[in-house]
C-alpha cells in the first residue's frame, strides 16, 4: 500500500497528515517518539504531507515491502531462533559432509600397531573426542553418521507427512460435506491406533531390512532407514491435515475466494493458487514440529531395538548400544544423548521464530 507524494500545487486541504501502514515505511512511529525501533506490521506510522514533500524532494523513494519481508525481519529478531536455525545448518552440513568432517570411517576401527587392547572403551582424549566403543571404533565419527541417518529420517517423514496431511486436509476443507466428513473419520481412525505398537509391529515386519518393491519388470530396494522414515510418516500426517483442514474451511468463504470462482478459476486453481498460499505460515511450522518429533521417536524405537539395525548407524542406535555397556562407559550415551537433544531443541526453537514471524499477531521484541 502506497500513499501518492503530495506536490506543491496541491490545495492545502489535500495535505493532511496521512496515517500510512509500516508496509509503507520503515521508520519510528513518529518523529517525536523515542521507540528506539522500527515500527512493526501492527504499529500504525504518522507521516505529515509536509514530510512526504520533503522525502520526495531529497529523492528519497518510499517502497512498499512484501509481507515474506517483514516475516524475515520479525524471524531475524528473534535470536534464539536464529542461533538454533545456524546450529542446525551446522548439523546439516555435517550430516552432509559426514566422510569428510569424520576422522574415521563408521566402522573403522583405528589399530594400533603396538596395542590394540588400549584402544578398546577408551575414555575421550584428543585422539578420540567422544571415546571409543567396545570394539576400538571412534565414537566421534560414528556420532557423526548416525546424525546422517537420523536427519535423514526426519527429514523424509516431515516432507512426507506434510504432504500427505495437507493434501487431505485441503480436499476435506474445501469440498466439505460427505468429502469431509470420509477424510477426517478416516483421519480419527488413525489417531485412535496407538501408535508405538503400530511402530512395533510394522518395524519388526518391515524395519529389520531393506524393502523390495516390484515395478513392471524391473525392482528396486528401499533403504532400512527409509522404511521406517515411511512407517513413522504413515502416522505423523493427522495433525498438519486436521490443521489445513480449519484453514480451509475459514478461507473458502473469503471474499478473495469468491472472485476468483467468479472469474472462472476451477477448483484445483483456487485451491493450489488462492487459498494454500495462505496456509504456508501454520504448515512451516508444523513441518519443523515433525522433524523434531520424528528424531525422537526413530531415536525411541532404535532404543528398543526395532529401528535402524547394523550396518546403519542412528543416534538412538548408539545409545542402546552404549545403555547395554553400563555406567562405566558413561561416554557412549552421554555424548549421543547431547547430540540429539540438541538437534531437537534447536527445531523446536526454528519452530517458535517462525510461528512467530509468520503470525502477524505475534509480538518479537528485540
Not at 488413525?190 to 531393506?210: D, E
Request: one cysteine or more.
Amino acid at each position: 500500500m502506497t500513499d501518492r507524494v503530495p506536490s506543491s500545487d496541491m490545495l492545502p486541504e489535500e495535505r493532511e497528515e496521512r496515517t500510512i501502514a509500516s508496509e509503507s515505511v520503515g521508520r519510528p512511529a513518529s518523529a517525536g517518539a523515542s521507540t528506539g525501533g522500527l515500527a512493526t506490521l501492527e504499529e500504525p506510522v504518522t507521516v505529515s504531507g509536509q514530510e512526504l514533500e520533503l522525502a520526495y524532494e531529497h529523492g528519497v523513494e518510499l517502497q512498499a515491502r512484501s509481507q515474506w519481508a517483514y516475516a524475515r525481519m520479525r524471524f531475524f529478531r528473534h535470536k534464539l531462533a536464529v542461533t538454533s536455525l545456524l546450529i542446525l545448518i551446522a548439523f546439516g552440513l555435517v550430516a552432509l559432509f559426514a566422510s569428510k568432517v569424520a576422522p574415521y570411517g563408521e566402522d573403522e576401527i583405528p589399530l594400533d600397531a603396538l596395542d590394540y587392547l588400549s584402544q578398546l572403551n577408551q575414555a575421550p582424549s584428543l585422539d578420540h573426542f567422544f571415546g571409543t566403543d567396545q570394539l576400538g571404533r571412534d565414537y566421534f565419527s560414528r556420532v557423526i553418521y548416525g546424525i546422517q541417518t537420523s536427519l535423514g529420517v526426519a527429514i523424509v517423514v516431515a516432507l512426507l507427512s506434510t504432504v500427505i496431511g495437507t493434501a487431505i486436509g485441503a480436499v476435506a476443507g474445501y469440498y466439505g460435506g460427505a468429502v469431509d466428513n470420509g477424510l477426517m473419520r478416516f483421519t480419527d481412525l488413525i489417531l485412535t491406533v496407538p501408535g508405538l505398537a503400530v511402530l512395533l509391529v510394522a518395524a519388526a515386519y518391515l524395519g529389520s531390512s531393506a524393502v523390495e518393491v516390484p515395478l513392471g519388470f524391473a525392482s528396486f530396494n528401499i533403504p532400512q532407514p527409509m522404511v521406517i522414515g515411511l512407517i513413522l510418516a504413515f502416522l505423523f500426517w493427522t495433525g498438519i491435515a486436521r490443521i489445513v483442514r480449519g484453514l480451509f474451511l475459514s478461507l473458502r468463504e473469503k471474499e478473495f475466494v469468491e472472485a476468483a470462482r467468479a472469474a472462472g478459476g476451477g477448483d484445483r486453481r483456487i485451491i493450489v493458487r488462492h487459498i494454500l498460499p495462505n496456509c504456508v505460515g501454520p504448515i512451516v511450522v508444523n513441518t519443523t514440529l515433525i522433524i523434531a518429533a520424528a528424531i525422537l521417536v526413530e531415536a525411541a524405537l532404535s532404543f528398543l531395538g526395532f529401528g535402524i539395525q547394523p550396518p546403519d548407524s542412528s543416534i538412538g542406535k548408539l545409545i542402546a548400544d552404549g545403555q547395554q555397556q553400563g555406567p562405566d562407559q558413561w561416554w557412549l550415551i552421554l555424548f549421543p544423548g547431547l547430540v540429539i537433544t540438541a538437534i531437537a531443541l534447536c527445531v523446536n526453537f526454528v519452530g517458535d521464530g517462525l510461528r512467530d514471524a509468520l503470525d502477524p499477531t505475534q509480538r518479537v521484541r528485540a
